[in-house]
């Protein structure tokens, strides 16, 4: 097991325990929290296996509901966005762009932004979708999609620069 193999598997147990425990007890205004567990799903190298991701994404989604006592709207939000996640990396760096192997080794700094933007409003929106599950809650969708996705981009942001190339 290399190295790489380590500090990913290291940050996945990491991100299901502390995102519970931790993280979900940050309330902004009361009712927003980031959810920083996303931060797998960014850090984990765009070119490894497709299949394991997406079951890795469901595993973290699952115990992520499953400590945090939720309904399942973080495990079809994470596996949706593992699904995903390909198109969002060819929507932030282009199609005919060389796509890095890795988020954290790509120097292009706003390719780099537009990924966790897409990524995290992405998940933030579906989880919300499920979390509702109204068209009556259509603003609060909105609303707590916006709050929440700019304090875990904020979050995810910064620590992801401890993660060195």
């Given at each position: 097991?290399?190295?790489?193999?380590?500090?990913?598997?290291?940050?996945?147990?990491?991100?299901?325990?502390?995102?519970?425990?931790?993280?979900?007890?940050?309330?902004?205004?009361?009712?927003?929290?980031?959810?920083?567990?996303?931060?797998?799903?960014?850090?984990?190298?765009?070119?490894?296996?497709?299949?394991?991701?997406?079951?890795?994404?469901?595993?973290?989604?699952?115990?992520?509901?499953?400590?945090?006592?939720?309904?399942?709207?973080?495990?079809?939000a994470t596996l949706t966005t593992a699904f995903v996640r390909p198109k969002l990396i060819r929507y932030a760096y282009?199609?005919?762009?060389?796509?890095?192997?890795?988020?954290?080794?790509?120097?292009?700094?706003?390719?780099?932004?537009l990924f966790l933007v897409f990524l995290i409003t992405f998940h933030h929106f579906l989880y919300f979708i499920m979390?509702?599950?109204?068209?009556?809650?259509?603003?609060?969708?909105?609303?707590?999609?916006?709050?929440?996705?700019?304090?875990?981009?904020?979050?995810?942001?910064?620590?992801?620069?401890?993660?060195?190339?």
């Amino acid at each position: 097991m290399t190295r790489e193999n380590i500090v990913l598997w290291a940050t996945f147990l990491a991100l299901l325990f502390f995102q519970p425990f931790v993280f979900n007890q940050f309330q902004l205004f009361g009712s927003i929290n980031p959810l920083v567990y996303l931060l797998f799903l960014v850090l984990y190298p765009f070119d490894q296996e497709q299949a394991l991701f997406i079951v890795l994404g469901f595993c973290l989604g699952l115990g992520i509901d499953f400590l945090g006592q939720t309904a399942g709207a973080h495990t079809v939000a994470t596996l949706t966005t593992a699904f995903v996640r390909p198109k969002l990396i060819r929507y932030a760096y282009g199609s005919t762009a060389e796509i890095p192997a890795r988020y954290i080794d790509d120097s292009r700094t706003f390719n780099n932004f537009l990924f966790l933007v897409f990524l995290i409003t992405f998940h933030h929106f579906l989880y919300f979708i499920m979390v509702y599950f109204s068209w009556d809650a259509l603003g609060l969708i909105a609303n707590n999609t916006f709050f929440t996705s700019l304090f875990s981009l904020l979050l995810i942001s910064l620590i992801s620069r401890f993660y060195s190339k």
